[in-house]
């Protein structure tokens, strides 16, 4: 191998695995117990799965179709409408949370209106965490699962309509099941985004340990106050991340490889 | 149960205008080169693709019209593509029920029904399989149940032995045929290979750039060729010239003798296995003798087809054994003799 590409090559894994050793490293194993069964702890892992895992689901909802329309659709506003749905992938999360107050705050668009008639107030709770966390997290999913729509063979498609099929039977049926292992990649991708949301959600959820304080907001809370504690919750994360991460490759991506 | 379509399609380089009518039980073979429009022919005809302008209607119904298009769904249909194409995340039998399924049959009697039909198609007791697990040949059975269990009033078949190894080829080939002279509906079958339209077809149309070029039974398309591609899709010479009497004079120059009488404008089409070939001028009667140069050589089962330019342009087949001893290599020149019997001579 040629040393001009092997020695920036091990510079990148080390780059990107000594700080997870570090972490591993400062650890203060012993009191691991202790500090996980800390009042707030658990409340915050628990927050945070559920808040995930809704958020992940909101995308699947919206997100499968979504990127159905972008797949198949031959409008002419598509590159129009992929670009809408690429932004939250490069705008910074605080702004997405900036703009998601501006919309569905007291005062904004949507919200003041929700407030007036039926008594809503989106910001600083739970639902605004799994908002938070959707608008950041969805278009992981959108774009994982269009990239496997346009790599499907469409003349399945075709033979589904010879057969009888509707367009929705044909997308139940034949698309969404042969989809499936790209579905599963995505979800994977926008659950583990959503997990780890912090810009967003402090923007527009605050930090309120009950309701809206999240895993990464307590680590960051953490850090400043007692060292140890944000270690130890970061290896709580980075241990549920890697566990998410082997159970869905044993569970989808082995099986994905099965012709 | 019929089929009468005329249709019109524009689609880039493809100028597609073709009037097709098939009647009952009868199979339909459409040949043509690469690109000519039969695959977008049979498109329209499922409804997977909207004509520019056209009608098809089957059994009366009206399937295209001006202002008419009944999606595919709706169409009683069944299709056969080259790829059997069967949904990889079912297993046989729910690939064979599914078009069942859609249409509102029940699971247990769309089940019962798949399994009928792929016994029919000698895959007894492979339902429970997935179709990764079938060879080739039992995919297209497999396809070819998926596509008949409905009773549909028309059958489309796109290329539906190309893609199968040549020994396959042959069995699948014979039972198609046996499943295409059960079937009650109109058959339309796409091919670019003779043997296929000779062998499962009642009727021919040739198609060339979008257009029918020459329409008869398999053996009239075979034995009189009217262009030059199903000329040499039979090895034949083709031949357009002028009829005078017991000679036809070639359109690029030579003459023809001919067994009958032949008048005004003709075609003589020369079959590869009736031209002799001579290294010295042979003696002799009223027969057809040509200087010729070869042009090609490729081996042909156990005879070797070549190539022949001249002032007459042929194809011969002669044996291995005779092409060694004649040592002929290309550029080569030789004497090409046909009997004026030999000559097949009809109006252009």
């Known amino acids: 191998m040629p040393a001009p590409l092997l020695v920036p090559a091990v510079l990148g894994v080390l780059f990107l695995a000594l700080p997870l050793v570090g972490l591993l490293v400062r650890t203060p194993w012993s009191q691991l117990g202790p500090q996980l069964a800390a009042p707030g ?42 670009a809408l749905v690429t932004v939250p992938l490069v705008l910074p999360p605080v702004v997405g949370g900036v703009a998601l107050f501006l919309v569905l705050g007291r005062q904004g668009l949507v919200g003041s209106w929700l407030d007036d008639a039926f008594g809503i107030t989106i910001p600083f709770s739970t639902t605004a965490v799994v908002i938070a966390e959707t608008f950041v997290a969805m278009p992981f999913l959108v774009i994982s699962v269009e990239g496997a729509l346009r790599a499907a063979d469409a003349r399945f498609e075709d033979v589904a309509a010879t057969l009888g099929a509707g367009r929705w039977t044909t997308f139940r049926r034949v698309t969404l099941p042969m989809v499936a292992p790209g579905i599963a990649a995505g979800a994977v991708l926008c659950w583990a985004r959503a997990l780890g949301e912090f810009g967003a959600t402090i923007t527009f959820a605050g930090n309120f340990p009950g309701t809206t304080q999240t895993m990464p907001l307590a680590v960051y809370l953490a850090l400043q106050r007692d060292p140890d504690a944000a270690i130890v919750l970061s290896v709580l994360l980075l241990g549920v991340s890697l566990a998410t991460l082997l159970l869905l490759r044993d569970r989808w991506l082995g099986r994905a490889g099965v012709p | 149960m019929s089929l009468r379509a005329a249709v019109s399609v524009r689609r880039g380089t493809l100028d597609l205008q073709l009037d097709v009518e098939v009647a009952d039980g009868e199979v339909l073979a459409v040949l043509g080169p690469n690109g000519a429009g039969k695959s977008t022919l049979l498109r329209v005809l499922a409804g997977l693709l909207l004509p520019d302008s056209g009608v098809v209607v089957v059994d009366g119904a009206t399937w295209d019209d001006d202002g008419t298009h009944l999606p595919a769904s709706r169409r009683s249909l069944g299709m056969v593509f080259q790829d059997a194409l069967l949904f990889p995340h079912l297993s046989v039998a729910d690939n064979v029920a599914f078009g069942l399924r859609t249409r509102g049959t029940g699971r247990t009697a769309a089940r019962a029904a798949a399994d009928d039909r792929l016994a029919r198609v000698g895959l007894e007791g492979m339902g429970g399989r997935r179709p990764a697990e079938l060879s080739g040949g039992q995919a297209q059975r497999a396809a070819l149940a998926r596509a008949l269990v409905g009773e549909p009033a028309l059958l489309l078949l796109d290329e539906p032995l190309s893609a199968l190894d040549a020994r396959t080829r042959l069995t699948v080939r014979a039972e198609l045929r046996r499943h295409l002279a059960e079937f009650r509906g109109s058959t339309v ?9 000779m062998a499962l077809a009642d009727r021919v149309v040739v198609v060339e750039d979008g257009r029918v070029v020459q329409a008869g039974t398999p053996h009239e398309v075979a034995r009189c060729p009217r262009t030059d591609y199903v000329a040499r899709l039979g090895g034949l010479a083709l031949l357009p010239g002028t009829g005078e009497g017991r000679t036809v004079r070639v359109e690029n120059g030579g003459v023809v003798a001919v067994a009958e009488e032949a008048r005004g404008p003709v075609f003589a089409a020369i079959r590869p296995e009736s031209v002799a070939l001579y290294l010295s001028r042979p003696d002799g009667s009223p027969r057809n003798v040509w200087p010729v140069t070869l042009a090609g050589a490729t081996p042909h ?48």
């Open chain 2, 301 to 348: 089962g156990a005879t070797v087809r070549c190539d022949l330019s001249g002032e007459v342009p042929l194809v011969a087949d002669v044996t291995a054994t005779a092409f060694a001893e004649l040592g002929l290599t290309p550029g080569a020149p030789a004497w090409a003799v046909v009997k004026a019997s030999e000559v097949t001579v009809y109006e252009r």
């Open chain 2, 189 to 197: 079958l796409v091919t670019h290979d003779p043997v296929d339209a």
């Open chain 1, 41 to 82: 702890v658990g409340q915050a892992l628990r927050l945070s799965l559920v808040s995930a895992t809704l958020a992940t689901l909101l995308s699947l909802l919206m997100g499968v179709p979504l990127a159905w329309v972008l797949a198949r659709s031959r409008a002419r506003g598509r590159t129009v409408l992929r």
